[in-house]
Every structure is written in C-alpha cells, then in structure tokens.
C-alpha cells in the first residue's frame, strides 16, 4: 500500500513485491532501478536516492557533470525506519531492519539491524 504524498521519481525503473507498504512522504528516485522484494515495510519520510551528481570537476558547476545512478535492492520482510536515506548501489539483504534516521552508504548483511550516521550494525535478528 502506497500512501498519500509519496513522490516517486522514473517510476517505471521501480519493481515492488507483494504486501509492501510505503508511508506518507517518503521519495524514491529510481533512476538508477529500484528492486523493493516482499513484505517490506518504509517507514514515513524515508528516501531512496539511486542516482547522485558528479562533481569531480573544480574548474565546472557540478550542475554542468551530469549524473551517475546505481541500482537499489531491497530483499524481502526488511523495515526500514522513518526518516532513513538509502544511497545508490545499496543492497539490503533480506530480514534486515534500518533503524529511524540511519544514512545507509553501505550493503546492510541480511538479518542485520542497522542505525545511525553513517549506519552501523547495531546487532543481528536471531
Ligand atoms: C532500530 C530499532 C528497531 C532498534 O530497536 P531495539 O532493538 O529496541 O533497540 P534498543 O532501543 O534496545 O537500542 C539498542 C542500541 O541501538 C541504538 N539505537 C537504537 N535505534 C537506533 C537508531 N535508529 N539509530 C542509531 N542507534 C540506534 C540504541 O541507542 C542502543 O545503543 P546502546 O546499546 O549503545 O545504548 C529502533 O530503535 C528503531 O529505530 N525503530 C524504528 C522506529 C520507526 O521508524 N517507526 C516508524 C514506524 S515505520
């Protein structure tokens, strides 16, 4: 279920499984593809970012470098916490939790529950 105020950017690179939930004001940019697996549950105000700007050049505004996208996998039964940002590139692996606030920049294992910024293993689901 997709609720209200949810922005969804080159929806046509987004694959949602079944029994999925998606809360108000969250904003996934797909550009990059975005893979969402079963069960999973996105918390309020969560962003799923799969492209970002380059800006290696100096001597040139970075809104003049084009952009660079990467896919988004998230697996099956993983809830990811209000306010949470995933990166481009980022694979959650299934069973996972991301806690509220969290910056994911890196993969997060499955089982794992992950928080802060940048996001850290906090413990593991047993
Ligand atoms: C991640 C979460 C599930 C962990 O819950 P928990 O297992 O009960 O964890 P605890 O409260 O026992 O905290 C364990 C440790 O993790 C830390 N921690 C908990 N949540 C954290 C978070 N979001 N970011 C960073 N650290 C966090 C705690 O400070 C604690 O650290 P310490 O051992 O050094 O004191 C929970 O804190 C969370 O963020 N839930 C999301 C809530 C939400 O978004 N609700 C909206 C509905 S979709």
Redesign the pocket.
């Known amino acids: 279920m997709i609720q209200p105020n949810v922005c969804i950017f080159n929806g046509d690179k987004l694959t949602i499984g079944n029994n999925v939930s998606i ?1 108000e004001n969250s904003y996934l940019e797909c550009k990059g593809k975005v893979e969402i697996g079963n069960d999973v ?1 996105i ?2 105000g969560v962003s799923i970012l799969s492209n970002t700007h380059n800006y290696n050049r100096i001597d040139l505004p970075m809104n003049e470098q084009g952009e660079s996208s990467e896919k988004i996998r998230i697996g099956n039964n993983v ?1 990811i ?3 949470a940002t995933i990166l481009m590139g980022i694979h959650i692996g299934d069973n996972a ?1 991301v ?4 910056l994911v920049n890196k993969d997060v294992p499955p089982n794992a ?1 992950v ?2 910024v940048p996001a850290k293993i ?2 593991m689901r047993r």
């Open positions: 809360n549950m918390g309020h809830w916490g209000a306010k939790i806690g509220a606030h969290a529950i928080g802060g906090l413990r």
